[in-house]
């Protein structure tokens, strides 16, 4: 019996060959990220050329990126906005031109968020990377561009405890200057930011959530 000379098998609703082959260098970090292949056959055996593919829970955009790679026009639809910023950089990546929309815009969308995916869009914000400790950061939730510590609180009226306690990450990781995001500072907080400046050689800027709304694309000056 050759291979080429049988029919086959066709293919059951079981597939266990896909899966098996992993993820390697499409890999992106989002946890539950599909393979393409396994995407590939499902668009291709249920879609023709310039169909539309929809996939309203899309997480890092496997099925818009292999609907676009296959020809098919697409939609994309996460509840996540750290999954749509990934959608969008991915989709630029293979030359498409996504629009974005529905992104929180209002600062009533952003006190809404849960808390990571407001520290996601913080950071971002202030073009900066995410801290790689998965649960206890240590106080750092992340780092600007240039590599300063970031602290994110979704909170109001921060008080000086708060400061205080970054003042302690900042000296941990031997950082001078910080910046902390929250959506008001309250008066024991300038005061306490005043302190370490004068008394500790500590640089803290306190950015409030209307700050980095206002500042668009444009970077806060961190050492001012
Ligand atoms: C299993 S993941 C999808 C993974 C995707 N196939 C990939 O390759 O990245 C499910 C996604 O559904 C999203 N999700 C959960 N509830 C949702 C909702 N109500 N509306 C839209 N998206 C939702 C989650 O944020 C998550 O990204």
């Known amino acids: 019996m050759y291979l080429d000379e049988m029919p086959g098998v ?3 609703d079981l597939w266990i060959d ?5 993820l390697g260098k499409e890999k992106l970090g989002y946890p539950t990220q599909k393979p393409e292949l396994l995407l590939e056959r499902i668009i291709k055996t249920s879609s023709n050329p310039s169909d539309i593919v929809l996939d ?6 496997t099925a818009i990126a292999v609907a676009h790679k296959s020809g098919r026009r697409w939609i994309g639809i996460d509840v996540s906005p750290t999954a749509c910023n990934l959608m969008e950089k991915r989709m630029q990546s293979l030359r498409a031109s996504p629009i974005v929309i529905g992104m929180p815009m209002l600062e009533s969308e952003l006190r809404h968020l849960p ?13 900066g990377r995410v801290s790689a400790r998965k649960s206890s950061d240590m106080g750092i939730d992340g ?25 302690t990450a900042m000296r941990r990781a031997k950082k001078t200057i910080g910046v902390i995001v929250a959506f008001s500072f309250g008066k024991g907080a300038y005061e306490e930011i005043d302190r370490a ?3 500790d050689g500590l640089s803290i800027k306190a950015l409030t959530v209307s700050d980095i709304m206002k500042t668009g694309r444009e970077l806060p000056d961190f050492n001012s």
């Open 10 to 12: 066709p293919l059951q």
């Open 115 to 127: 808390p990571f995916e407001f520290q996601n869009w913080v950071v971002r914000r202030l073009f």
């Open 18 to 22: 896909v899966l098996s082959a992993g």
């Open 197 to 199: 400046k004068l008394h």
């Open 56 to 61: 309203p829970f899309c997480g890092c955009g």
């Open 143 to 167: 780092y600007t561009f240039e590599g300063h510590p970031i602290q994110v609180k979704q909170s109001e009226d921060i008080g000086r405890n708060v400061i205080d306690n970054f003042e």
